[in-house]
């Protein structure tokens, strides 16, 4: 399972590092995402990080602002959130993928997920 945390009540222009921890996976590499979901939003790609780290990918909208970052020795996964923004407001949450080499945005490949973490930023 995987199990995020890290979220909170910041204001804008604030940093947040989210912690994503593996346990109990059956297989020990695996592609790395962060999505968010913002209320009556669809769940949204924010970063993805490849089973070893050489591939990375962002969305255009955090390019600069979010650094995605894995530690496979300890079967953890970060974002570091600076320059945070009130349209960042989201629960974020952090999924595995064991079929994609590189990094995919699309939810559907993922195949766990955690219970996200709520990120609010106010103006």
């Known amino acids: 399972q995987l199990q995020a945390s890290g979220g909170g009540l910041v204001q804008a222009g604030d940093s947040l590092r989210l912690s994503c921890a593996a346990s109990g996976l059956t297989r020990s590499t695996y592609a790395v995402g962060w999505f968010r979901q913002a209320p009556g939003e669809e769940r949204e790609f924010v970063a993805g990080i490849s089973r070893f780290g050489s591939r990375i990918h962002y969305v255009d909208s955090v390019k600069g602002r979010f650094t995605i970052s894995r530690d496979n020795a300890q079967n953890t996964a970060h974002l570091q959130m600076n320059s945070l923004k009130p349209e960042d407001t989201a629960v974020y949450y952090c999924?595995?993928?064991?079929?994609?080499?590189?990094?995919?945005?699309?939810?559907?490949?993922?195949?766990?997920w955690g219970q996200g973490t709520l990120v609010t930023v106010s103006s």
């Open positions: 999924a595995a993928d064991y079929r994609t080499m590189g990094v995919t945005t699309t939810p559907g490949e993922y195949d766990y």
